[in-house]
């Protein structure tokens, strides 16, 4: 799916293609320096990390294990319902294991805050986290991020993974909703 099939759904474009994947490079050379010599799992958050997971992974030279959370706080809409819900949980025991949880976006914190808390309490080595986005102005729950893509303006975006009720998450760039795709939200 690309900007074309999105007609006038689409608003703009707010991060073309070759600017994330550049970026994910990027946060991959950090990510190996800082890793190297360490046994790493990386922990996507579903389903919103997918194609953040999918590229970092494979942009690094480190050698690392992947897991699986899936979380969800945002249902149908375009606001956080504040509760947090875990669906999966993770299959690895990471106790003594050093965990880099990768995400698509920290918009109020509020998932984050809840995973990174709920991932100490099993006692690992070391928890650090890699966003692609950030919203500094939605943040409601400071977090401590190492690895950080983009800060992007308040707005709800879509693509590389994010969604809206479950779609756009197969478009290769963020962008952001016409109007009318909200309807009366
Ligand atoms: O900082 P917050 O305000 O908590 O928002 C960020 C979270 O919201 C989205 O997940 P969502 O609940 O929509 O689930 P999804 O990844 O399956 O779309 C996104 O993928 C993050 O996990
Ligand atoms: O801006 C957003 N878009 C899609 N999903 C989200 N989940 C939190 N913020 C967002
Ligand atoms: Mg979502």
């Not at 949980?89 to 920290?106: F, M, N, P, S």
């Amino acid at each position: 799916m690309d900007a074309a099939d999105m007609g006038t759904d689409l608003e703009k474009v707010l991060i073309p293609e070759e600017e994330l994947q550049a970026k994910i490079k990027e946060l991959a050379g950090q990510i190996d320096a800082d890793y190297a010599g360490k046994n790493l799992l990386i922990v996507g958050v579903l389903k919103g990390a997918v194609m953040i997971m999918a590229d970092l992974a494979r942009a690094l030279h480190v050698e690392v294990q992947m897991d699986w959370m899936a979380v969800s706080s945002y249902g149908a809409g375009t606001k956080s319902s504040g509760v947090v819900r875990t669906l999966k949980d993770l299959d690895t025991d990471i106790a003594g294991r050093h965990v880099l949880v990768v995400e698509d976006i920290i918009d109020s914190g509020l998932t984050l805050s809840w995973l990174v808390h709920n991932l100490q309490s099993r006692n690992p080595a070391s928890v650090e986290i890699c966003t692609l986005l950030r919203k500094p102005e939605a943040v409601k729950v400071p977090i401590d991020v190492k690895y950080v893509g983009f800060d992007i303006p308040n707005e709800f975006v879509i693509g590389y993974g994010l969604d809206y009720a479950e779609r756009f998450r197969n478009l290769p760039f963020i962008g952001t909703l016409a109007r009318h795709v909200y309807g009366a939200e």
